[in-house]
T-cell receptor, first 115, second 110 residues
Framework: AQKVTQAQTEISVVEKEDVTLDCVYETRDTTYYLFWYKQPPSGELVFLIRRNSFDEQNEISGRYSWNFQKSTSSFNFTITASQVVDSAVYFCALSEDLYGNKLVFGAGTILRVKS | DVKVTQSSRYLVKRTGEKVFLECVQDMDHENMFWYRQDPGLGLRLIYFSYDVKMKEKGDIPEGYSVSREKKERFSLILESASTNQTSMYLC?????????FGPGTRLLVL
């Protein structure tokens, strides 16, 4: 059975600090997708990234970067030089479905960035 | 830009009422989804639909039904609302393996 664990329930940092959100997953499939979503206080989940299991390259997008390691079943998310606008709940998710249906979400990590 | 809208942001209903939550997407997506979000549990899939009039149960379908009469609209129905259905309900539609979410409906059942 597939499972996603976000062990950090809540993280508080001061603006400009770097912060890493952890995500560990379990799956028996060799083909799967991993996702990160951001949920700001407005409530709408915002898609951040999708990574398929065959692509282990790390990715950087501005202040965001993702580290995918199949050997440890982890897909961690780092925000560099955090800002107050980064305050949100962040979800990691896994799909074994080739079409991205049936997402399994982690419990989420609340990130609070203080000025 | 993908646009997924939900009919209400907040809703208060009484136990036993029939509740309709509506979701509309404007990008001609084939797939649509209903999730509920509860603290500490993340999002859990209730139902999804991969075509008009087609539906498939998710992980927690009990107490819910859905309707998809038109491609752009996916409705979640609580036949007889109960207090344990108080939650945040999120609708999504998908294109190319990525799901795009609406703003959510926060439902309180008294």
């Amino acid at each position: 059975a597939q499972k996603v664990t976000q062990a950090q329930t809540e993280i508080s940092v001061v603006e400009k600090e770097d912060v890493t959100l952890d995500c560990v997953y379990e799956t028996r499939d060799t083909t799967y997708y991993l996702f990160w979503y951001k949920q700001p206080p407005s409530g709408e989940l915002v898609f951040l990234i999708r990574r398929n299991s065959f692509d282990e390259q790390n990715e950087i997008s501005g202040r965001y970067s993702w580290n995918f390691q199949k050997s440890t079943s982890s897909f961690n998310f780092t925000i560099t030089a955090s800002q107050v606008v980064d305050s949100a709940v962040y979800f990691c998710a896994l799909s074994e479905d080739l079409y991205g249906n049936k997402l399994v979400f982690g419990a989420g990590t609340i990130l609070r960035v203080k000025s | 830009d993908v646009k997924v809208t939900q009919s209400s942001r907040y809703l208060v209903k009484r136990t036993g009422e029939k509740v309709f939550l509506e979701c509309v997407q404007d990008m001609d997506h084939e797939n649509m989804f209903w999730y509920r979000q509860d603290p500490g549990l993340g999002l859990r899939l209730i139902y999804f639909s991969y075509d008009v009039k087609m539906k498939e149960k998710g992980d927690i379908p009990e107490g819910y039904s859905v309707s998809r009469e038109k491609k752009e609209r996916f409705s979640l129905i609580l036949e007889s609302a109960s207090t344990n259905q108080t939650s945040m309900y999120l609708c999504a539609s998908s294109l190319m393996e990525t799901q795009y979410f609406g703003p959510g409906t926060r439902l309180l059942v008294l």
